[in-house]
């Protein structure tokens, strides 16, 4: 039986992992005053099952306060899935003696143009193919604390609240062997449709720390939708953890 388990892991996290979209890691800004323009970059890897990850992926984020409680934000991502995602939002910000509280509304844009062949036993088997975009309104609350110590470390919280809108094409090939040569199975094994909106809940936790100006920062998300599209096609992934840095300008 355990025998059988191993057999079977890799194709399981094969077909587990191929999501379409991430925990996104945005930065939290937490803007105090007007004029205030924050730049963050960082790599991030997501996954399903920790800690396997199942894809890397390097993303931006823009923030800048238009005047004393009013802000826009603007994120960029990419992976090496083939998967882009874009968002923008504005909001307001409240900031305390130590602490901020900051609301935003948002739209997203996604494609995917993801491919993966499934080998086992180094034979090729699959071959899966997700295809399209999505699209999701959304509002986020974060709350945290700036340049506590010496060191200036920023920590804090942010969730967001969305629907998540796809328009995705499912499709699985399977692959026959002949004296080593793979070739692609001439029937469609599946050919599925995902457009059914749902609703996701994406928690965020953060900390940066360094000098006033620059500070490294380690963002980790987690997504919480509402429905799966299949037991066999996954359109989120569970956890994504990105490190990165942060410049105050």
Not at 15 to 24: E, G, L, V
Not at 147 to 167: Q, R, S
Request: charge should be neutral; charged fraction near 15%; aromatic fraction near 16%.
């Amino acid at each position: 039986m355990k025998a059988k388990l191993l057999f079977l892991l890799p194709l399981v996290f094969a077909i587990a992992s191929c999501s379409i979209y991430h925990p996104q890691v945005v930065s939290i800004p937490l803007l105090r005053e007007k004029g205030e323009l924050q730049l963050d970059a960082s790599i991030s890897a997501a996954s399903t099952f920790a800690p396997i990850p199942s894809s890397i992926g390097v993303n931006a984020t823009g923030s800048y306060a238009i005047n004393n409680w009013w802000a826009v934000q603007g994120f960029a991502a990419c992976d090496m899935n083939k998967n882009f995602y874009l968002q923008a939002a504005t909001g307001a910000f409240k900031p305390f003696e130590n602490s901020v509280l900051e609301g935003y509304i948002g739209y997203g844009f996604g494609h995917s143009n993801y491919e993966n062949t499934v080998k086992i036993n180094g034979v090729n088997r699959f071959w899966y193919i997700k295809t399209g975009n999505y699209n999701i309104c959304f509002g986020q609350v974060n709350y945290g604390f700036t340049n506590l110590t010496k060191a200036h470390i920023d920590l804090g919280v942010g969730v967001k609240l969305g629907e998540f809108m796809p328009n995705i094409i499912y499709k699985k090939y399977q692959y026959v062997s002949d004296d080593f040569d793979y070739i692609k199975h001439g029937e469609l094994i599946s050919d599925e449709l995902y457009n059914t909106p749902f609703f996701f809940v994406e928690p965020q936790i953060f900390i940066r720390l360094g000098s006033e100006k620059t500070k490294f920062c380690i963002k980790a998300g987690m997504d919480f939708p509402s429905e799966r599209a299949s037991a066999e096609v996954t359109l989120m992934d569970l956890f994504d953890v990105s490190l990165g840095v942060t410049f105050k300008l």
